[in-house]
C-alpha cells in the first residue's frame, strides 16, 4: 500500500545493501550516529589480532545506519543508468547500537522516498505530501508536519553569538528538547560552556516565534542575518504544503527543529501523530553529501518512514494471524497409507483453490477439545478427510 | 505472490532477527557456513584490544547465515504464544562471506517455510509441494525436485566401510559434486585420507542406482543396514510427490545430494531447473535443532528458496522500471508563484486519481528532445501545466 501511493508520485523501488565500507558510514555525515554502528570484523587472512594497534585495523564493514547514505553511494554507482532526475524508494532494515551496555542488536525498518537531481522547492514539497499521505491511509489520520531549515537555525545561532564552529555542539543539545525538555537542554548548553547571556537570546526567539500565530509574522521575527531566498524557498514550501495537505494532517514552523544527521544542508522536517511521542516520519534536503563521490554534487532531499515506531502501536508480537473466515483445518487420521495421502492432499488443493488457507492437522481422539483449541488459534472451519462437507467451528 | 500461495497452505509469516548471538551460529550446526559469518564488533565498554586474547574476546554478534537457526531461536522463545505445530515463512536476506579474499559483503535473500511440530511425512510433502507450486507460479515450470535421505546416505557410507567419524568429511567432499564433477571428488576423497576400494564401493553403488529406472528398484540396491522405517517414509514422500505434482515438475532420487548443513537428519531435497546451474531451492527435516533451547527436541523441517538465484535471471540492476502506459510526465515551467505550484500538484493529483504514475518534470526549452528522453526513460504520456489534455508521447 505504501509503495503503491509512493510509485504514483513517480519514485521508483531500489535496493541498496545493508553493509557499507566502513570509511563511507565514519565520515561525520551521520551525526550521533556515526558513534552507534555496528561493525564488522574483516575476513580470512585480512583479519590479524596481533597486528591491529587499533580496532578499526579489524574493520571493514559497517551495518548502515540509515538509506540515505547507501541511496547516494548507489545513485554514483549507476548514475549513467538512472532517469534524472531519480526518485527512489526504499524500504529496509538500519542498525544503531543505542543501548551498547546491554549488548543488544537494535534493528529497526525504514521505509525513505528521495528525489536526487532536484534543486527546488518542488522536491521537498512532493515528499512530504507523498508521506503524509501515506500515513493517512496507513491510519495516522491526523498528523503535524514540523518544518525548519537548518539555515534558519543557524541564523538563530548566529543571532545569540553562538559562533559557528560551536554550533554544532549546540545544536545536539537542542535535538535532546523531546527527551529531556526545556529546562534540561538550557542547563545542558550551560554545561556545555555556552554563557547564559547566548541561552537566553537563542530561547526568547525561538519562544516569540512559537507565540506568534500567523507565519508571515513568525518570518518577520528571524534574523536579518539569514537570506531572502532561505526565506521564500521557506514560506513557498509551507504555503503550499498546507494548501495541499488533506484530511487531519497540518504544518508548522518549529525552529527548534535540529535532526540528528550532520548531513542536512537546507529544509529539514519531521512529522508526528498526536498521542505519539517522537517523530514518525522525518527528512530535509542534504544537498553535498554526493560531492564525496561526483566532482559535482547533485542537490538531493529525502524523507524517511520509521516502521518500528508505527508497527508498536499496532502489533505486540512478530507473529501475524490471518482472518478466521479464510481459516480451514484439514482433519485427517493418523496412519494414511500412501494412497490415502495423495486422496489427502488432493482434498486440500481442492479447498485452497476455493480460496481457503489449509491447514493439514491430524485428528485427535478428543476432536471436541481440539476443535476449540483450533478456534482459540484462528480457525473458523473444518474438514474431515473423505467428507465435502465445510462446517464451521463453533467458538 | 510467493508468500499469498504459501499462506493458503497453511503458513503464516514471521520475522526474525538479522544477527544472533555468536555462540548459536557457531555451534557445528551450520557446517562450512560456520566459517563464513560475518562477525560483529562489542560495543561500548565490552569491546578492549587490550585484553583480547583471541578474535572471538572481540565479538558477540553474527550476521545469520540461514534462516533455520534464527527460527528455532524464535520457537524456543515464543513457543507458548504459537500455535501448535507451528507453521512459518520467513522472507529475508542471510549472509555469507564465501570470497573472503575480496572483501565483499555477500548478501542473499531467501525464503523459507517450515513446520515445527511435524514428525510425519506430511511435513516434507507439503513443504515440496508447497515449493514446487511457488516455483511455477515466478516462471520455472519445468523443475526437478531431488530428493534423498541423511540416513541412506549414511547407509551407503558405511555400507562402503567409511567409518562414521569420517562420514562428515566424506559428505564435505561428496557435496562438490556439482562444481568439480565426479572425477574431482573422487580424487579429493583419496587425497582426503579414503582408500580407492571405499570410493569404489560407494560410487559403484550411486552409479546403480543412476542407472536404475523405477524407485522401488532402485530401493532394492539399498545397503540393509537402512531401516525399513526409513525406506518406507522415503518411498511415501517420493510417490506422494509424484503423484501430486503439477506442471513440468518431476521427482528424482538422487542417492549423491548432501545439502551443507550439519543440522539435518532424515529426508533432504533440492528443486534445480533446466538450464540453472545449481539448486534453486533446497531444505529437509531437522529433528534435533531444537534440542539445543528445549528439553525435548520438536521434529522440524523445511525448505528455502535462495532469491537472488532466482533474480540473476531476469533482472541486471536494481532498479525497478514501471510500465510504460501508467507513466505520466507532468511538465511545469520554471519559476512557479507559490499559487502556481498548488494548482500544479492539484493537476497532478487528479492524474494519480487516475491512475498514473505522475512525474513532476521541469519543461525544457527544447521540448522535444525533453519529450524523446522521457520516452527513453520509460514515459509514456505527458500533460502540460494549465493543460486538462494527456498526451502520448512518441515513441
Not at 555496528?38 to 596481533?50: A, P, T
Not at 528525489?115 to 522536491?123: F, K, R, V
Not at 535532526?259 to 542534504?286: D, H, L, V
Amino acid at each position: 500500500m505504501i509503495i503503491d501511493t509512493y510509485r504514483k508520485y513517480g519514485f521508483n523501488k531500489i535496493e541498496t545493501p545493508y553493509a557499507e565500507r566502513i570509511e563511507l558510514l565514519t565520515s561525520g555525515e551521520g551525526g550521533e550516529n556515526e558513534q552507534l554502528i555496528f561493525k564488522i570484523l574483516k575476513r580470512g587472512d585480512k583479519l590479524q589480532l596481533d597486528k591491529a594497534e587499533a580496532i578499526d585495523d579489524l574493520v571493514d564493514l559497517g551495518l548502515r545506519y540509515d538509506l540515505t547514505v547507501p541511496l547516494v553511494r548507489f545513485y554514483a554507482n549507476n548514475r549513467s543508468k538512472l532517469p534524472y532526475p531519480f526518485r527512489s524508494i526504499q524500504i529496509g532494515p538500519v542498525w544503531r547500537a543505542d543501548r551498547p551496555q546491554k549488548g543488544r542488536f537494535r534493528q529497526f525498518h525504514q521505509c525513505d522516498i528521495d528525489i536526487i537531481g532536484d534543486s527546488s522547492i518542488l522536491a521537498e514539497i512532493q515528499l512530504i505530501l507523498a508521506a503524509s499521505e501515506v500515513l493517512q491511509q496507513i491510519g495516522f489520520e491526523e498528523h503535524t508536519i514540523r518544518l525548519n531549515d537548518r539555515k534558519i537555525l543557524t541564523g538563530l545561532a548566529d543571532a545569540a553569538n553562538i559562533k559557528p564552529e560551536d554550533h554544532s555542539t549546540f545544536f545536539i543539545t537542542l535535538d535532546k528538547l523531546d527527551k529531556i525538555g526545556l529546562d534540561g537542554v538550557k542547563q545542558e548548553c550551560l554545561n556545555k560552556g555556552f554563557n547564559s547571556k547566548q541561552v537566553s537570546i537563542f530561547f526568547e526567539a525561538v519562544h516569540q516565534i512559537f507565540t506568534t500565530a500567523s507565519l508571515s509574522e513568525q518570518i518577520n521575527l528571524l534574523p536579518k542575518s539569514i537570506t531572502e531566498q532561505v526565506i521564500i524557498s521557506f514560506q513557498q514550501i509551507f504555503q503550499t504544503v498546507q494548501d495541499q495537505l488533506i484530511g487531519g494532517a497540518s504544518i508548522k514552523f518549529d525552529p527548534t527543529l535540529v535532526r540528528g544527521m550532520g548531513y542536512y544542508t537546507g529544509p529539514i522536517f519531521e512529522i508526528e501523530s498526536k498521542g505519539f511521542g517522537g517523530a514518525i516520519a522525518g527528512g530535509g534536503r542534504y544537498d553535498d553529501m554526493s560531492g564525496k563521490y561526483l566532482s559535482k554534487p547533485e542537490p538531493s532531499c529525502g524523507i524517511s518512514i520509521g516502521f518500528e515506531r508505527i508497527l508498536s502501536i499496532i502489533e505486540d508480537t512478530n507473529f501475524e494471524i490471518p482472518k478466521k473466515e479464510n481459516r480451514l483445518a484439514f482433519l485427517y487420521p493418523k496412519n494414511l497409507s500412501p494412497n490415502e495421502f495423495s486422496e489427502l492432499l488432493s482434498q486440500a488443493k481442492y479447498w485452497r483453490e476455493e480460496g481457503y488457507i489449509v491447514t493439514l492437522t491430524e485428528q485427535k481422539k478428543n476432536t471436541n477439545k481440539q476443535l476449540s483449541q483450533l478456534s482459540e488459534n484462528g480457525f473458523g472451519f473444518f474438514v474431515k478427510y473423505g467428507e465435502s462437507e465445510l462446517r464451521k467451528i463453533q467458538s
